[in-house]
Every structure is written in structure tokens, then in C-alpha cells.
């Protein structure tokens, strides 16, 4: 007989099913030496989400999330931009991150909803032109500049938070903004 060890929220100490339970992810995978892996209900997990985003001060790309992955990733620009350098052709290697960097609202731009400064770009599925948001090469649909709305914080945790609700989007893992850098987030297969 196999026994199941019963797991906990690690902010809220409900318990939870393994199969409801997201991973929010400080460490990065390990990148971040700093940060562990923490184990949330839905609820938390979501309220984690919101909180990261609320303190962070960069400007940052966010692709909306779908119920079609479970799992949600901050990529950081410099990241890819490290990596590029180092690839036999950096002109076509610098290319998708120049072109998701172009979405990022100007100094000037204000947010869609109630004209504060914005700091982010919600986009669709659509920025991605026939690929996976996760995989290893993208191509960055730039016409879809055009159906972006740009937000300010508190404008975009709303229409996330809603979002999340409408679509019924439960979470396996998120891998946060941790060292507040520009970059963007993106549904993943977790």
C-alpha cells in the first residue's frame, strides 16, 4: 500500500491535491540562487501572481494566458540577449527579442483604461505567428501591435485576475519576475 503524503499551501496551510497544486518558482528553475520553489493552492498561487507583478518597476510584455497551458513564465530580455551574443549569427539570434522588446510601452505611453503611466503591453496569442509561445525559436507577429492595450499596474492586475476567473485558468507552475528586469511574460507547457 502506497501511502500519499498530504500537502499543504505554503501561504494560506490548506490542504491541496497535488493535481491543484502550483509551484511558484523564485528560484527560476535553479537560475536564481536566491529564491526556492514555493508549493500554493490555486487561490494563492494567483494572489502571488498579482503580488509580483505590484512590486516590480519595469516594463514588461505581458501575453495574456490561456487555459490551453498551465504554466506561466517571465522571460527576462537581457537573458536572451546574453544568450544571442554568444550564437554563431547574432543578427538572426537578436531578432524575435528585438521584435517582442518593440511591444514594450514608451516613457510617454499611458495606460488604456485609466491614463496613468503604463508599464505594460497586454497582448493575445496572436503576438506569436504560428508557434508555441514556448519554443526554442519564435517569430514575432508585429502587426499585432496593433491590437495591444497598454496598462498601468494596477489596470493590468484587474484585467488578469479576470481573465484567470472567465477561463477557468489553473496553474501547474509559475516562474516570476525576480530580479526586476524587463522582459515579458508567456503561457508555457509545464
Not at 497544486?21 to 494563492?44: A, H, V, W
Not at 516594463?59 to 536572451?80: C, E, G, M, R, W
Request: charged share 25%; proline share 5%; glycine share 2%.
Amino acid at each position: 500500500m502506497f501511502f500519499q503524503k498530504e500537502l499543504f499551501c505554503e501561504r494560506c496551510h490548506t490542504p491541496i491535491n497535488k493535481k491543484n497544486m502550483c509551484t511558484f518558482d523564485y528560484s527560476t528553475q535553479g537560475r536564481n540562487k536566491d529564491g526556492r520553489p514555493i508549493n500554493l493552492c490555486q487561490e494563492c498561487c494567483k494572489k502571488e501572481l498579482m503580488d509580483n507583478l505590484q512590486i516590480h518597476t519595469q516594463k514588461a510584455v505581458i501575453v495574456q494566458p490561456t487555459d490551453k497551458y498551465n504554466a506561466y513564465v517571465f522571460y527576462s530580455f537581457q537573458l536572451f540577449i546574453e544568450e544571442a551574443k554568444h550564437s554563431m549569427n547574432k543578427e538572426e539570434a537578436m531578432k524575435p527579442t528585438r521584435d517582442i522588446m518593440s511591444f514594450l510601452p514608451s516613457d510617454e505611453e499611458r495606460c488604456s483604461y485609466c491614463s496613468n503611466p503604463a508599464i505594460y503591453t497586454w497582448c493575445t496569442l496572436n503576438l506569436f505567428r504560428h508557434c508555441d509561445p514556448y519554443g526554442g525559436s519564435f517569430h514575432i507577429n508585429l502587426e499585432e501591435k496593433e491590437n495591444c492595450v497598454y496598462l498601468c499596474k494596477d489596470c493590468l492586475i484587474s484585467l488578469l485576475s479576470k481573465k484567470i476567473k472567465e477561463d477557468n485558468i489553473h496553474f501547474r507552475a509559475i516562474y516570476p519576475m525576480v530580479n526586476d528586469e524587463i522582459g515579458y511574460f508567456t503561457p508555457w507547457l509545464y
